[in-house]
């Protein structure tokens, strides 16, 4: 009949409490406004007496609830992440649309046989991401598509919770991997920050399972819990940059989750539960925030008119894929109490981790794992392999297999430390995420950037960022902890071609009073049969940044002394030859001495930094470009002595003359 005005969307809540009060205050909004009808709840604790209208039915479980004559067009489920499957079949076998809470299951077989049923029954499932229903995310599309912040290098989620003991004791699954053997999978990742994820996946176009390559996880606790509080994620797609997120429910107090995409001419920065984006270019920051279209009510649209479901379970393929990493990965490691802070008392204690800003920035930054970079409370990266002395773990050799493309993946040595346990190395600092710990890498290689970062160029007279990073891979490998350990690595540049041939010889001695010697040589050759140019920023115009060759990143110390037998301070000693070359400071654990003693090949500069940051280095290159032929090669050795306590003149002389 002409004029008649359709029935309202009929629609029942299963699960009251938790994140469904707030669907039930939404359902209070929309069914004022005239958009639906609630017509039942479901909840073995009912709503407060009066919540409800009187025709609303109340019911224990859903089960219950479709054995009635209720016929729900719509069943939100608002329940554990463990029972979201049960339910969300019934719902659909029952001829339901589903609003589903996220994550949409506690596995990756249960999220297929959910789509499955949904695709046989013709329903729809919208899944609980309500950030995926910012307006900001097509603005922020627009932008990318664009090109208006360049080539997109990495997209990375950071998110700083408090959660204390009383979250995770106000259910029985509150941070349970499992229940009686049946998975639940409630951790940082998963639940708490869960949208960080799944923002970052959306934005970079990753929808599906099937277009992520791997997905590598890093997981920890502070809390006494079987989940992950803590975390970092790194998800590499098939196409397209890396996604990594750096999670925690540790922190000292709360700041807005965010996911930021990094380009090579600025940065855009998107606070999800705030729908702010701010957008940072040479011209300078803008910020503007957006609307929200609230998922309930694009699920209603969708029903009626077809319109696009901005989070359908289709599309949670892609955060599905992370949960099933977590799953199934090992229990997260807890975190040593010396590494925590509690604040507060009983059920309203929660730990702090220590410095927990600085590591989440550096994640995202780096694209490193808390692991890789070293973290306190953290174990060697699974891609180490461990430099003893006497017994005792000295350093750790990296094989930089997953670096960053844009940070020139290499291998390098990190963590070193002292006998003593002083922590003398440092890799993927937030300064220059690019220097990692203890190696050889060059910036220009027949133009090829080995050294990571942007590239100077004579041309431009500037760094810029360009597509010309190179990989060191390690192709052989003999030796052990003990003893010197001799490897074989090819010079590959963006597109795979092998530009250099590359001996590295690692070695490690002990020495009087607890001091240990370092030496590592290495061996360039051309890898075909045309020349390679070795050169730099110093080569290529730029003076006094000559670096290039070996390469010491040291950790950040107070007190720092620089000196050879020429001259103390970075000024007198940057840029100049000298037979050694001591740094001295007070690290974070304690003092120490590291003490170079040039190559025996050739008096090259010392490249030093103790200001602005603190490294050094050999210039191989300084200011003139080194060009090798066919057949030729060129060698360099160092030997470096590591030593507790900050040294005299006399004990390092000592040491010197050993070396």
Not at 319 to 340: S, Y
Not at 384 to 389: D, E, F, K, N, Q
Not at 453 to 481: C, F, M, N
Request: aromatic letters at 6%.
């Amino acid at each position: 009949m002409v004029g008649t005005t359709p029935p309202l969307p009929r629609i029942a809540l299963v699960g009251v409490h938790g994140f469904g009060a707030h669907h039930l205050v939404n359902l209070d909004r929309l069914e004022a406004a005239g958009t639906l009808k609630l017509v039942a709840v479901a909840d073995p604790n009912p709503p407060e007496a009066g919540r409800l209208a009187q025709d609303v039915g109340i019911y224990t479980d859903l089960t219950t609830l479709l054995a009635d004559d209720v016929h729900p067009d719509v069943i939100i489920i608002a329940t554990p992440i463990q029972t979201h499957c049960a339910l969300g079949l019934a719902a659909l076998a029952a001829g339901a649309d589903v609003y589903l809470e996220k994550p949409t299951a506690a596995s990756m077989a249960q999220f297929d046989e959910l789509r499955a049923a949904a695709n046989a029954a013709g329903r729809s499932v919208q899944i609980g991401f309500q950030s995926l229903g910012s307006l900001a995310l097509p603005a922020l599309a627009i932008m990318i598509n664009d090109g208006e912040l360049g080539t997109i290098q990495g997209i990375s989620a950071r998110g700083m919770w408090v959660r204390d003991k009383a979250y995770y004791q106000r259910s029985r699954w509150a941070g349970k991997r499992t229940i009686n053997g049946i998975d639940v999978v409630d951790g940082v990742t998963t639940n708490p920050l869960a949208h960080a994820v799944a923002t970052a996946l959306f934005i970079a176009g990753i929808r599906s399972a099937d277009a992520i390559e791997s997905v590598e996880t890093d997981l920890f606790r502070a809390h006494d819990i079987e989940g992950d509080d803590t975390s970092a994620v790194r998800i590499t797609p098939k196409e397209g940059p890396r996604v990594v997120s750096a999670l925690t429910v540790c922190a000292p107090e709360e700041s807005h989750p965010s996911v930021r995409v990094q380009g090579t001419e600025g940065h855009a920065v998107f606070y999800y539960t705030e729908d702010i984006l701010e957008v940072t270019r040479s011209n300078g920051m803008s910020s503007e925030t957006f609307a929200r279209t609230d998922l309930l009510e694009n699920l209603l649209a969708h029903r009626s008119d077809g319109t696009a479901l901005l989070s359908s379970i289709e599309n949670s393929g892609a955060f599905m894929r992370v949960l099933e990493a977590v799953r199934t990965a090992a229990d997260p490691r807890p975190i040593a109490e010396e590494h925590l802070e509690w604040i507060g008392e009983g059920p309203s204690a929660h730990p702090v981790i220590n410095n927990i800003a600085h590591w989440i920035d550096r994640v995202t930054a780096s694209e490193a794992t808390f692991s890789e970079l070293g973290a306190p409370w953290t174990l060697p990266a699974s891609t180490s392999a461990t430099i003893t002395v006497d017994g005792v773990d000295l350093a750790h050799h990296v094989n930089g297999t997953t670096v960053a493309s844009r940070l020139a993946p290499r291998p390098y040595l990190h963590p070193v430390t002292t006998a003593g346990g002083v922590l003398v190395s440092d890799a993927f600092p937030l300064d220059h995420p690019w220097h990692l710990g203890v190696g050889v890498a060059l910036q220009d290689v027949n133009g090829v950037n080995f050294w990571g970062g942007k590239t100077y160029t004579r041309q431009s007279a500037s760094y810029e960022w360009l597509p010309d990073h190179g990989r060191i891979v390690r192709t052989s490998s003999e030796g052990s902890a003990e003893s010197p350990d001799t490897q074989e690595l090819l010079w590959l540049g963006p597109d795979d071609a092998e530009i250099l041939r590359e001996q590295r010889t690692i070695s490690a001695t002990s020495l009087d009073d607890g001091a240990w010697r370092l030496t590592l040589k290495f061996t360039l050759t051309p890898a075909g049969s045309d020349p390679v140019i070795l050169g730099g920023p110093g080569s290529n115009g730029l003076a006094g940044s000559g670096y290039g060759g070996f390469m010491w990143r040291l950790p950040a110390a107070h007190n720092v002394q620089v000196h050879t037998a020429h001259g103390r301070g970075e000024a007198q000693v940057h840029g100049r030859s000298a037979a050694w070359l001591a740094w001295s400071a007070d690290f974070a654990a304690g003092p120490a001495t590291v003490v170079f003693s040039a190559p025996p090949e050739a008096a090259d500069p010392w490249f030093v930094r103790a200001n602005e940051y603190p490294a050094v280095a050999s210039a191989l290159t300084w200011d003139t470009a080194m060009t090798l032929l066919p057949g030729e090669s060129v060698s360099r050795t160092f030997n470096v002595v590591v030593a507790d306590e900050i040294a005299s003149d006399e004990q390092i002389l000592r040491w010197v003359d050993t070396l």
